[in-house]
């Protein structure tokens, strides 16, 4: 009976090594709780959709499975951010990161966790001018596109409705200040003035002082490059309780129905711009996110997809998932030469991948690097009509 009972634990032992063999760990590190935990549900789970998509397939390394771990980096806590990401590095042994999410915490996982671990860290949401001077060996990635651009495409869409003057809010980090420098260096430059510019710290309950300053410089309509969850709805908050204003303009971190569902038509004619893309592949990725339960047109969701799809085709190509052999790879499955990947067909392009081919990850936001690992992107433009969002044009 000792001997059947050692025999059986043997076995058990040796299944569940064969199950572990079998499995790779991606770390999804996004904010789940903190100012924008309405949209990183969404954001998860179309990352968790491309995971799925490709375990599915049973094409990848021999028929290996994706398992993802998720962990919260509460998007403004970077002691706590730093402290998540050397959990699922070091415990949980995840072969890369699908993350982070807000550009402070993002920076700081990079910098004194991931690159001295050699980890691959691919954002779908940071967006920061500063990450493009990170010192990352080549292991930081963004699916979205820096802020450098989003500050000129809303510049050059005032301006194309007669837009001259505005006022400024910004969540006072490395994401808000980078988008309203951007943003005041090239709305100044086409002849825009800027009345006021005001930075406003999240957590607060009450913005009504900041409104009120921001009000006397003169302007009407106030830009608020804040957080949907925290002080960017605070300001919209205080500005329409007051009336000192009631026209916005928003950018990515306040994208989301939450804004709406709790304003409605108080909003209606807000201008707002997210990255985002109409192409066969974004309706593809709607379509596939529709199915599963996700947000249609949810921000930063198709950036998620195909963040998650790179790391996996990345592995595909190196035929591991040695973090340095996913690092090695990166490049070379989202840039041409090679058949071009779209959203669904992971399965194929990880079959062209095994047999030696190359591919061109299109994904659903036009992937496409420059040499240091970040997309140029487009915007949609979009504005608030009767209490919801609608697609203007995309930039």
């Known amino acids: ?22 499995t790779i760990k991606i770390g999804v590190i996004l904010g789940f709780t903190g100012p924008i935990e309405s949209l990183t549900p969404d954001m998860a789970s179309s990352a968790e959709l491309a995971m799925k998509e490709v375990s599915d397939s049973g094409a990848l390394l021999g028929g290996k499975k994706l398992e993802s771990i998720r962990a919260d980096s509460t998007c403004v806590d970077s002691a706590a951010a730093t402290a998540a990401a050397e959990r699922l590095i070091t415990a949980d042994g995840v ?18 966790v991931a690159v001295g671990n050699g980890v691959v860290m691919v954002s ?11 010192k990352d060996k080549d292991l930081f990635f963004r699916t979205a596109p820096s802020d450098a651009r989003q500050g000129q ?16 809010t910004y969540t006072n980090n490395d994401y808000g200040k980078g988008l309203s420098d951007s943003f005041q260096s090239a709305f100044t430059a ?13 957590g607060k309950a009450d913005y009504s002082a900041e409104v009120g300053a921001l009000a006397a410089s003169g302007a009407k309509i106030l830009a608020v490059f804040g957080y949907i969850d925290q002080g960017g709805k605070g300001m919209i908050q205080a500005s329409l309780d007051s009336g000192a204003f009631d026209k916005f303009v928003l950018a990515d971190g306040m994208f989301g129905d939450a804004l709406t569902d709790a304003f409605g038509n108080d909003l209606n004619g807000t201008i707002a711009t997210v990255p985002g893309a109409e192409s066969q592949g974004a309706k593809t990725f709607s379509d596939m996110a529709e199915k599963a339960g996700i947000t249609v047109g949810g921000p930063f969701t198709g950036e998620s997809y195909d963040a998650a799809a790179l790391i996996a085709l990345a592995m595909q190509a190196a035929g591991s998932s040695d973090r340095a052999a996913i690092q090695s790879k990166m490049m070379a499955v989202a840039n041409a030469p090679g058949e071009k990947i779209n959203p669904g067909e992971l399965a194929k392009g990880l079959k062209i991948l095994s047999s030696g081919g190359e591919i061109d990850y299109v994904g659903a936001t036009n992937v496409e690097f420059n040499k240091i690992g970040e997309v140029f ?4 433009e979009m504005e608030i009509k009767n209490g919801k969002y609608e697609l203007i044009s995309v930039r």
């Open 124 to 134: 779908p949401s940071a967006t920061s001018p500063g990450l493009s001077q990170l």
């Open 190 to 202: 086409q002849g825009g003035k800027i009345s006021m510019v005001a930075a406003h710290e999240d």
């Open 95 to 112: 072969a890369a990161i699908m993350g982070a999410d807000c550009s402070g915490v993002t920076g700081a996982i990079a910098s004194n």
């Open 153 to 168: 495409v809303i510049a050059a869409i005032l301006k194309s409705r007669g837009v001259s003057e505005i006022a400024v």
């Open 377 to 380: 992107g487009s915007y949609k």
């Open 1 to 22: 009976m000792r001997k059947i009972l050692l025999a059986a634990t043997i076995l058990a032992t040796m299944t569940g090594q064969a199950l572990a063999a079998e």
